[in-house]
């Protein structure tokens, strides 16, 4: 079975062919025009994808040395995600598959973060039902009980910003550019974490992040008052400071998570997934806590078409078909 799969829910453009469960090309797109505004600018992104959309699919097919009349199905990103953006991918695919006389299959983005675990290559071990996930990116932090491939719930989220949020609003107000949570993480390797900042109390399994956020804000100015080069000769040891802070709010939560759950498969997921903190400690809690710990390949982590691809391919097997009266949806949620 070989599906052609299309995300367009944000920033980056990307395709992806799939053949079962094996990923035989994930091409995406970066859209740099965002960098200098330091964030998405979601008109800029929507006229990007109209650019990128159809080099991008034609490169998929090419590397996965396929013509579009082998393709058994269409899929594409429905939602959540900026409207202008999902607009794009949900009419192309819409129409080709139309042309094509193929089915079309409606992908729900946070779903295909998590249920990127099951590409064929992704880990070494896939995990078994039921599983957690701390799914942490641009614009969410959950964690989610996968009771199967399309039952999940949702055990606690943020009540504010999201964790990608806080790694970006932070790199700003150290002068990094956007997307600055890669680059705080760079720093932060060669940093020591001597600075505290305080962690929000939440109830449940709940996460906050604009408190912290609004700390490190205070934090800064006030050392910079005193010394007007303080993150210049600083800069290591914040990013690592901030990261410590951040990976141990992440951590507290899903500790609590097992213990409720008395579930022990941990993954995790999105953009933040890519977190070298975060990986190591979740890397650390198999051997400390007995734990089975999932983590995602760099590529799978950020947004991909290889991830709405293998989710594809599952709603493929189980029949799960939409037809043209489908829509993009901004504000699907990962339980819909
Ligand atoms: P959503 O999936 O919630 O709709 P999104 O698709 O915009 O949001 P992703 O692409 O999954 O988000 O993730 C992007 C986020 O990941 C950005 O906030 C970026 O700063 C962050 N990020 C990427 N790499 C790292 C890293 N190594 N450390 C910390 N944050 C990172
Ligand atoms: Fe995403």
Redesign the pocket.
């Known amino acids: 079975t070989y599906i052609l799969a299309i995300e367009s829910?944000?920033?980056?453009t990307s395709a992806s062919v799939i053949c079962n469960e094996q990923i035989l090309s994930n091409i995406v797109a970066n859209q740099e025009v965002h960098a200098k505004y330091g964030g998405v600018v979601p008109e800029l992104a929507s006229r990007a994808h109209q650019q990128n959309i159809l080099p991008v699919v034609e490169m998929a097919l090419k590397q996965a040395n396929i013509t579009k009349e082998q393709l058994n199905a269409i899929a594409f990103t429905q939602g959540?995600?900026l409207m202008g953006s999902l607009l794009v991918g949900t009419s192309f695919a819409k129409s080709m598959a139309l042309a094509l006389e193929i089915p079309l299959i409606a992908i729900n983005?946070?779903q295909a973060?998590i249920l990127a675990h099951f590409i064929d290559d992704a880990n070494e071990q896939k995990p078994t039902f039921p599983f957690l996930c701390l799914t942490i990116?641009?614009?969410?932090t959950q964690i989610v009980k996968i009771n199967d491939y399309f039952n999940m719930e949702i055990l606690g989220e943020t009540i504010d910003d999201?964790v990608?949020?806080a790694?970006?609003k932070t790199?700003k107000i150290l002068g990094l550019p956007y997307?600055?949570?890669?680059l705080?993480?760079k720093y932060a390797q060669t940093g020591e974490a001597v600075y505290t900042f305080s962690k929000p109390k939440v109830k449940e399994h709940h996460f906050s992040f604009s408190g912290l956020k609004t700390g490190i804000l205070y934090f800064i100015q006030k050392q910079v008052k005193e010394n007007p080069n303080f993150i210049e000769e600083n800069l290591e040891n914040i990013c690592a400071s901030v990261q410590n802070t951040i990976a141990e709010i992440l951590m507290d939560k899903i500790k609590k998570a097992v213990k409720e759950t008395g579930i022990k498969q941990i993954a995790i997921a999105?953009?933040?997934s890519?977190?070298?903190e975060i990986r190591k400690r979740l890397t650390n809690a198999q051997k400390h806590f007995g734990w089975t710990s999932y983590i995602p390949k760099f590529e799978y982590?950020?947004?991909n078409a290889a991830m709405i691809a293998v989710t594809a391919y599952q709603k493929y097997r189980l029949g799960l078909f939409d037809d043209q009266s489908i829509t993009a949806n901004p504000r699907l949620k990962v339980t819909s």
């Open positions: 829910s944000c920033d980056d959540p995600g983005h946070m973060h990116s641009g614009g969410h999201a990608g949020e790694y970006d790199a997307p600055g949570g890669p705080i993480d999105g953009g933040v890519a977190n070298s982590t950020t947004d």
